[in-house]
């Protein structure tokens, strides 16, 4: 009974809508029917275009739809000649019928499709405020965890250290959420200046040197150029390619050599991170860069929440970048990041320009 309550309120309440948007088209249904003499058809088709557009605006489609149905047939009846049936003395007329139906189907389907997109958008925007929150709220306690657990450890408990892993685990995982908010609002930081190529990649294997526990990493530079720069965000785009790398080590056999490489196409510097691991099937594709989604067959203990490959996705287009995915001839994956690229002499005018600012 308590169940049905809230159900039967609502659909009382739909009855009502309706009810109220039926009197309100007989009202100025009505309102015209004496003005008739004076009233031209755009008169006609106005008011009903309002009301159809006004019922778009507070009741939805179907109300809509219904509303423009039944000013189409009325519009007819009670409006143009000859009066009282559907028929029409002027073969003219029945164009000025069939715009006002189109011109109120159109006009519906745009009121209803922004409105689902300013719904979808707040939805976005408030979960990434809940998201923000969160993270803000989670981080204080966990580094009181993590504090207390290391004075535990100290004093020889060894259950201290798990907790203290595990303390790390979650608070990466705040950490990365907080930015994946962050990068979405576009609140993000970004230090976009000159930068060489080779000193990302050196940075980069730097990074994961201390994970790759002796596998071999080969670099493969572009020997036409150089002298590779590109206009990026050191930090954010070191940040990018320690996350491939650290997935090419996680997701390929240990005995498989993983490869960096990067060269110039084009307008864009391309950092390729390549492995003989099981690949990215074509359908999961686009969908690995999607927050929290791992593929069927993701072993559960592999650590990592699903969280990386979007962030880092969001990062290289918040620097005008992009982040892919295709098979590699002979199995495995290729991730290729595109940062923006910038000439040699690009860079010596900024750098003098820069120069010149400091002075
Ligand atoms: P996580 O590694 O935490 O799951 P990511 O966003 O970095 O999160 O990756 C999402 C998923 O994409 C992974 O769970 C994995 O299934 C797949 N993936 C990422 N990199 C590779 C790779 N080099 N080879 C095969 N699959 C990969």
New binding site residues.
């Given amino acids: 009974m308590s169940e049905l309550g809230p159900r039967v309120r609502s659909e009382a309440a739909r009855w009502r809508t309706w009810l109220l948007w039926v009197a309100l088209f007989a009202l100025v249904t009505t309102a015209m029917l004496p003005l008739r003499p004076i009233l031209s058809d755009a008169h006609v088709a106005l008011a009903y275009l309002l009301l159809v557009l006004f019922a778009g605006a507070r009741a939805g489609q179907a109300i809509a739809l219904t509303t423009a149905c039944f000013a189409f047939l009325s519009f007819d009846w009670f409006f143009l000649p000859p009066f009282g049936t559907l028929a029409l003395a002027n073969p003219l007329h029945w164009f000025v019928l069939v715009a006002f139906l189109v011109a109120s189907v159109v006009a519906t389907r745009l009121f209803d499709r922004s409105r689902n997109e300013a719904a979808l958008l707040e939805s976005v925007r408030a979960r990434d405020a809940l998201i923000a929150s969160l993270s803000h709220d989670l981080r204080t306690p966990l580094t009181t965890i993590k504090a207390l657990a290391h004075d535990l450890s100290s004093s020889g408990d060894d259950r201290a250290l798990t907790i203290e892993e595990e303390a790390d685990r979650l608070h990466a995982l705040v950490a990365d959420l907080l930015d994946l908010s962050r990068v979405n609002s576009g609140t993000v930081q970004l230090a976009i200046e000159p930068n060489e190529a080779e000193d990302l990649l050196g940075a980069a294997l730097q990074r994961v040197s201390g994970q790759s526990s002796g596998r071999a990493i080969s670099v493969r530079l572009d020997e036409k150029h150089p002298l590779l720069f590109g206009r990026f965000d050191f930090a954010q785009s070191l940040r990018i390619l320690v996350?491939?790398l650290?997935?090419?080590l996680?997701?390929?056999p240990p005995d498989k050599p993983i490869e960096i490489a990067v060269h110039r196409d084009g307008a864009s510097l391309c950092f390729v991170?390549a492995?003989r691991?099981?690949?990215?099937p074509h359908s999961?594709r686009g969908r690995?860069?999607e927050?929290f989604?791992?593929?069927p067959?993701?072993q559960a203990d592999?650590?990592?929440?699903?969280?990386?490959?979007?962030?880092?996705r969001a990062l290289a287009k918040a620097q005008n970048g992009s982040l892919t995915?295709h098979a590699r001839d002979g199995g495995?994956?290729l991730?290729t990041l595109r940062l923006p690229a910038i000439d040699v002499t690009d860079t010596t005018e900024s750098e003098e320009a820069q120069r010149s600012t400091d002075k």
Avoid: W
Avoid at 302 to 312: D, P
């Fill in positions: 996350n491939l650290d997935n090419a996680k997701y390929s991170v492995d691991g099981r690949g990215v999961q690995i860069f927050p989604y791992r593929p067959g993701t592999t650590h990592g929440a699903g969280l990386g490959l979007s962030i880092s995915v495995g994956s991730f």
